[in-house]
């Protein structure tokens, strides 16, 4: 059974920084593209980032362009999302998940495996 356990999230202040962490079991995991999604009270999961399975193209939304970063360790089974100069629209859930079907990456119904969340909350 797959389970990813995010982690990582906090109340920070505009500007500020974070590292949120993402580990895998139960899946080959470096067979997979992973990605992160984010929701916001009242709207839709929206895409943030995804990287490729050896983690050598990665693709992000364009308002995190530049401020965000995504990457994984195959051998600790983790993807990681560093986030710099956050901005107080990136206040929301952050999920991670497991891509099982070949459509466009930025399509939540293409990926079928979902973490439980960690909240990442920005002041002014």
């Known amino acids: 059974q797959v389970q990813l356990v995010e982690s990582g999230g906090g109340l920070v202040q505009a500007g500020d920084s974070l590292r949120l962490a993402c580990a895998a079991s139960?899946?080959?995991?470096?067979?997979?593209?992973m990605a992160w999604f984010r929701q916001a009270p009242g709207q839709e999961r929206e895409f943030v980032a995804s990287?490729?399975?050896?983690?050598?193209?990665?693709y992000y939304t364009d308002s995190v362009k530049g401020r965000f970063t995504i990457s994984r360790d195959n051998a600790k089974n983790t993807v990681y999302l560093q986030m710099n100069s956050l901005k107080s629209e990136d206040t929301a859930v952050y999920y991670c998940?497991?891509?099982?079907?070949?459509?466009?990456?930025?399509?939540?119904?293409?990926?079928?495996?979902w973490g439980q969340g960690t909240q990442v909350t920005v002041s002014l």
């Open positions: 998940a497991v891509r099982t079907r070949n459509g466009l990456l930025i399509t939540t119904a293409n990926y079928d495996s």
């Open positions: 139960g899946l080959t995991f470096s067979s997979y593209v």
């Open positions: 990287i490729s399975r050896d983690g050598t193209i990665t």
